[in-house]
């Protein structure tokens, strides 16, 4: 069994930070890339930044210059710094990771549960 777990998510005012953390867990082969999703009420859920297992990383235009995204091979955790927050990034921020699980031959896409951030202006 595999798990996606996010944490990180709350309230804060606009202008704040956040850091959420989401760590892959289970019978683990190997993790290709990571990323971070939004979705906000009413919209599509949305890319926001993801980054391969060599570090390469792609950012929304968004949130260019403001997120960050990171991740420690050795836990198994992506992380995505976010700075200078707006009302309009108000979403439920989803974790994906690309995952070759134990006795799997291709690596499958797992998705965390999601984790609120709010941003109040």
């Known amino acids: 069994q595999v798990q996606v777990v996010e944490s990180g998510g709350g309230l804060v005012h606009a202008g704040g930070s956040l850091r959420l953390s989401c760590a892959a867990s289970?019978?683990?082969?190997?993790?290709?890339?990571m990323g971070w999703y939004r979705q906000a009420p009413g919209k599509q859920r949305e890319l926001v930044a993801v980054?391969?297992?060599?570090?390469?990383?792609n950012y929304a235009d968004s949130v260019k210059d403001r997120f960050t995204i990171s991740r420690d091979n050795a836990k198994k955790t992506v992380y995505l710094q976010m700075n200078s927050l707006k009302p309009e990034d108000t979403a439920v921020y989803y974790c994906?990771?690309?995952?070759?699980?134990?006795?799997?031959?291709?690596?499958?896409?797992?998705w965390g549960q999601g984790t609120q951030v709010t941003v109040s202006s």
């Open positions: 994906n990771a690309n995952i070759r699980r134990v006795g799997a031959w291709l690596p499958d896409d797992y």
């Open positions: 980054i391969t297992s060599a570090g390469s990383t």
């Open positions: 289970g019978r683990i082969v190997s993790i290709n890339g």
